[in-house]
């Protein structure tokens, strides 16, 4: 109780007649990496928003960092850094102008912003953009750039709403390596993602959302042997075909999940389970045997995959 | 206080980068309109009629034109960039995740307009002095109305800005509200002039106000009502449109 950084209980967030968070609970604990799993509108950024103290919330309670964020918004959210999940940069300042104007809006003096800029820009591997308008970076950088702007007044708790988005694999890396660091350093961070391997990558703890509830949470491996298999085999089929291999496939798999253009076969083994399959004759015309992921998870709770 | 200056500061900053264009077009400007309208047209009414109001219809026109000036760069400087802050840029959504508030936004928005007005209008002064349009004097104490008239239009085109999806709206406003405004308020000719009905329409609008109160500074002459009451107008202007832009930014950033 007392190292929980955020609080929330029966957290509820309407607008109109439309809920995008039902009454949801959960605890992030100091120093932790917490994740929120889900589709997109499944109710993570309107969240991360209440946590951030920028959206009022509509009923139940929240605390964040011992605070309550309808009365004690500023004092808050001069404690928080945001990483929001579309871009807000002033494109007609530079870099490092950027993080100056925002160390100002936390009220901190240029003496003590100026040698944070550097520090920052080393951090994110932008210190040869430095004087750089923000118009010209690619979006890696921006995203960099964001997060080293969110780090400017040194937070105790980073709220990060889809980090990744958009990022090609190798600026992903980049930046998963550098959120990993933070950690380290005693960070504690909320993360939003409807990757599954971001959550894997980063996350200590998370919980899946769906339609604004919580539909799971623990580790990300606690969540795989609670609510999957070990193993997977996904087996593909001629167009048409699919109905009648899966007539013959019952009984293979501890459970069988179809989808459109293929066949996950849920099995402690999945190469055991292959060559039964070929025994009965069943003959795809492609087939991958893997370990389980948050993605399996999130298919059986819900019937529908992460990003649609 | 300090931190309904970081606005502020940030428009100042971006404005650095842009300042050489737009202290040349604050030049250009006025020297146009003066030379064309000013002395050119102002030639001609003057042979026709000996003047207007006592002086000569360059002298009459200026402080007008200064007026005019200051509401179209209030409603400019609120406009776009208002929007862009809120939707396309959302430097306004960044800044409210810091401990600022949308009353600090708005307010140092508002202070930063007021600056740009009285830059624009400074630079106004020097080129009507300079094309013996008004007296040093006089120019300089029309500066305090043109402010006031730049932010009576700042306050509600922040509010009007504040409310919109997209650009269209503000198109419109310019050509529906702020051109017909520009024409009819008094800065070309007299309101007088106008059909009966369409003189208590004047009357409402900051427009009128400020032209007469900067007409009145500028050549030293009563304006139609009092002094005060000109000023009492405009500022009440900024109070409802301060208001307004607050509550719209709440309403609108803060869900």
Not at chain 1, 106 to 129: C, T, Y
Not at chain 1, 151 to 170: F, H, R, V, Y
Not at chain 1, 262 to 286: F, H
Request: glycine share 8%; with cysteine; charged share 20%.
């Amino acid at each position: 109780m007392s190292d929980a950084l955020v609080i929330a209980h029966d957290l509820t967030k309407r607008f109109g007649d439309f809920t995008a968070v039902d009454a949801i609970d959960f605890e992030v604990k100091q120093g932790e990496a917490f994740g929120f799993l889900g589709p997109n509108g499944a109710g993570k950024s309107s969240t991360m928003r209440m946590i951030g103290s920028v959206s009022p919330i509509t009923s139940g309670s929240l605390s964040v960092l011992g605070l309550n964020p309808a009365t004690q918004g500023p004092q808050l959210r001069s404690r928080l850094g945001v990483v929001p999940q579309e871009d807000s940069l002033d494109i007609e300042l530079t870099v490092a102008e950027n993080l100056m104007i925002y160390g100002r809006y936390f009220g901190l003096s240029r003496a003590v912003i100026r040698p944070r800029i550097e520090e920052l820009l080393d951090f994110v591997q932008l210190n040869g953009k430095r004087d750089e308008k923000v118009d010209k970076l690619s979006g890696g950088m921006k995203r960099r750039l964001t997060i080293a702007r969110s780090l400017i007044n040194q937070p105790e708790l980073l709220i990060l709403d889809e980090p990744t988005t958009g990022l090609d694999p190798q600026a992903r890396h980049v930046l998963w390596d550098r959120l990993y660091r933070l950690k380290q350093d005693g960070v504690t961070l909320i993360v939003t993602t409807h990757y599954m391997d971001e959550a894997e990558q980063l996350c200590d703890r998370l919980v899946v959302m769906d339609q604004a509830r919580i539909v799971a949470e623990g580790t990300p491996s606690d969540l795989i042997v609670q609510h999957s298999t070990r193993e997977v085999l996904e087996m593909r089929f001629p167009p048409g075909m699919q109905d009648e291999n899966v007539a013959r496939l019952s009984g293979l798999a501890e459970r069988i999940e179809i989808l459109p253009d293929r066949v996950l076969l849920y099995t402690p083994n999945a190469d055991a389970t292959s060559s039964e399959a070929q025994a009965r004759g069943i003959r795809p015309v492609a087939q991958v045997s893997r370990r389980s992921s948050l993605e399996d998870v999130f298919l059986k709770l819900t019937g529908r995959s992460l990003v649609e | 206080m300090n931190s309904t200056l970081r606005m502020y500061e940030r428009s100042a900053r971006v404005y650095r980068g842009v300042w050489r264009g737009s202290v040349f077009s604050s030049f250009v400007n006025p020297l146009l309109y003066l030379v064309a309208m000013g002395i050119f047209l102002g030639n001609l009414v003057d042979k026709q009629t000996g003047g207007i109001a006592g002086v000569s219809y360059l002298e009459f026109l200026a402080p007008g034109l200064l007026a005019a000036t200051a509401m179209q760069a209030g409603a400019g400087d609120s406009s776009w960039p208002v929007l862009a802050g809120i939707k396309w840029q959302r430097y306004y959504l960044a800044a409210l995740a810091t401990p600022l508030s949308t009353r600090d936004l708005v307010i140092g928005h508002l202070a930063w307009v007021a600056t740009r007005v009285a830059l624009v209008s400074a630079i106004f002064v020097l080129v009507a002095t300079a094309l013996g349009a008004m007296t040093l004097t006089g120019g300089l104490l029309a500066i305090i109305p043109a402010v006031l008239t730049g932010l009576a239009f700042a306050g509600f085109v922040t509010w009007f800005a504040a409310k919109l999806e997209d650009g269209i709206g503000l198109t419109n406003l310019f050509r529906f509200g702020i051109m017909p405004l520009f024409l009819f308020s008094g800065t070309f000719f007299e309101i007088s002039r106008l059909p009966d009905w369409m003189e208590p329409v004047a009357y409402l609008t900051p427009l009128w106000h400020g032209v007469e109160l900067a007409r009145s500074l500028a050549l030293g002459v009563d304006p139609t009502f009092s002094r005060a009451t000109h000023a009492g107008v405009l500022v009440a202007y900024i109070a409802v449109g301060t208001v307004l832009a607050v509550r719209q930014f709440e309403k609108r950033l803060v869900v």
